[in-house]
């Protein structure tokens, strides 16, 4: 039991004054709230219940805070031989003899990380381990989270929702690791929910399991990216290492780590009921070609984030719809596997009924999509659409295959270069009708850059000295490298056979027949 007293004459000077009120108010307040016994001489208690104050009103509610408290009440003590009257606050759970300045100390140090008093108290009194614990300890606890540049703000909020990462000691190899190993690199809102949400004897195999994923194969300077980018109570805290190693196991076929370090998430999913069915999809597409499928995962990992329903139901439709069997299903996945992410009704649906309905069959179909798969997802209106009404304009008859030719290549650029690279033929003196005429020999030439298209027709027009009628007949001039192919070989050339020699016998003979020189077998 905490006393507070003082003689008579002392009291008698001084009970009228502030400094006793708020003295008495602020050391009763700490002590009542963490439940201390308390006696307290009358002479005081009287003055209060004859001095009501303001300041005294959280003094009087505090006694009531706990609510297996007892009263104040008149008593006497034995010890003392005056035999001065005091009264009494009996404490219902027994609590170390506290004085004053140390009891502060707790109250301040909540305070400098925002927990305020009346937070204090319920700390307090929900966790009776604070109160075991020193406040050196706890604001050494508190100096090893804050190194992980943890804000007053967000660790006051995190000591609120778990009190237990200031009492509990198997968390301390845990701040030190994340501190000292990781470099604090944590992100903190993930660091946070870490802490907040799993329970301390979790916690301390995190360090193990981090190290494991060191020793199978994630580099050290990349374990924190992949540590950012997953789930740490689900990934690391609540599986055991033979799980994560089963994980790590099953996908180093399909590109294992390389996969891992793409798209760390993948380490989200269940093994046994999401990566290993999902997986298991591609295989049966593939007829078991490992390789690809790997190849497949590495190019776009979040194929895994797709149910085995939503693939089928993407396959059957292609298998139905389109006609295509499982071989070229899985090759338009190769070249494109976001093909997954695109509604079958609002996207796939109407275009490849746009494909049929320009008189495309199914290996047709097959060859469009491997060509430009973009199309099954790209925008219509935004997209698609003004590309339509271009080659409309320069003469193409909507729905047909020279049609679909057109709009094949057209997906493979964006409507703005294309409108610019019409404009750039029209301003070199070609009609519509001869665009259309180059790019149904050369489909390619609407999809090409117009700042480079514009390059190669000075370079034609200036330093060759042709006429861009030349490209009537052929187009594919435009499609060749200016400076790797186009320059080299008229160097080379030009002073031998003269400056006017066939374009398409410049450009189109391969490196072997240009140089005269076989090409070198490998051993």
């Not at 409309?392 to 270069?417: E, H, L, P, W």
């Not at 499609?479 to 006017?500: F, N, Q, T």
Request: aromatic residues 10%; charged residues 20%; positive net charge.
């Amino acid at each position: 039991m905490f006393s507070v007293f003082t003689t008579a004459t002392s009291l008698n000077t001084i009970s009228s004054t502030w400094a006793l009120q708020r003295w008495c108010c602020h050391l009763l307040l700490c002590l009542v709230t963490v439940g201390v016994p308390v006696l307290l001489p009358s002479s005081v208690h009287s003055h209060y219940q004859t001095h009501p104050l303001v300041i005294l009103q959280p003094f009087t509610l505090s006694f009531s805070l706990n609510p297996n408290a007892h009263w104040l009440k008149s008593t006497s003590n034995p010890n003392y031989q005056t035999a001065t009257p005091f009264v009494a606050v009996a404490a219902p759970i027994p609590f170390p003899l506290l004085m004053l300045k140390p009891v502060a100390s707790f109250f301040a140090l909540f305070q400098e990380i925002g927990i305020g008093f009346e937070e204090t108290r319920v700390l307090f009194s929900n966790n009776p381990d604070l109160t075991s614990v020193s406040v050196e300890s706890l604001r050494a606890r508190l100096s090893s989270l804050r190194s992980l540049d943890f804000d007053p703000l967000a660790l006051g909020k995190l000591i609120t929702k778990r009190p237990t990462v200031l009492t509990d000691n198997q968390i301390d190899p845990l701040l030190t690791f994340l501190r000292d190993e990781l470099q604090g690199k944590l992100e903190k809102p993930r660091l946070n929910r870490l802490l907040s949400s799993t329970e301390q004897n979790i916690l301390a195999s995190f360090p193990q399991k981090v190290r494991f994923l060191v020793d199978r194969g994630i580099p050290v300077d990349q374990v924190v990216h992949v540590l950012n980018k997953v789930s740490l109570p689900k990934v690391l805290c609540g599986r055991s290492v033979d799980e994560i190693d089963r994980t790590l196991a099953f996908l180093e076929p399909f590109g294992g780590i390389d996969l891992i370090l793409k798209r760390p998430q993948i380490l989200n999913h269940d093994l046994d009921a999401q990566i290993i069915p999902r997986v298991n999809v591609l295989m049966e597409l593939s007829d078991g070609d490992v390789d690809s499928v790997g190849k497949v995962l590495v190019r776009f990992p979040l194929f895994l984030n797709y149910s085995v329903e939503h693939v089928e139901g993407h396959v059957g439709f292609l298998s139905s719809f389109a006609e295509l069997d499982y071989r070229q299903i899985f090759r338009i996945i190769q070249v494109y596997p976001a093909v997954v992410t695109a509604s079958r009704e609002r996207k796939l649906r109407p275009r490849i009924q746009f494909l049929k309905d320009c008189g495309l069959v199914s290996d047709e179909i097959f060859k469009f999509l491997i060509k430009a798969p973009t199309f099954l997802s790209t925008s219509f209106h935004e997209n698609i659409a003004y590309k339509l009404v271009l080659l409309v304009k320069i003469g193409y008859r909507f729905r047909t295959k020279d049609f679909s030719v057109a709009v094949r290549s057209a997906t493979r650029t964006n409507s703005m270069n294309m409108q610019k690279v019409i404009g750039m033929f029209l301003n070199y003196g070609f009609s519509c009708e001869e665009i259309v005429a180059m790019s149904k020999k050369h489909p390619q030439i609407l999809q090409y850059n117009h700042a480079s298209l514009e390059m190669k027709m000075e370079y034609l027009i200036e330093e060759m000295g042709r006429d861009t009628e030349e490209l009537l007949v052929f187009p594919a001039f435009l499609g060749y490298k200016l400076d790797d192919r186009i320059k080299h070989r008229y160097e080379v050339k030009k002073s031998v056979r003269g400056a006017g020699m066939s374009i398409n016998k410049l450009l189109s003979v391969s490196e072997e027949t240009f140089t005269g020189k076989p090409k070198k077998a490998h051993a």
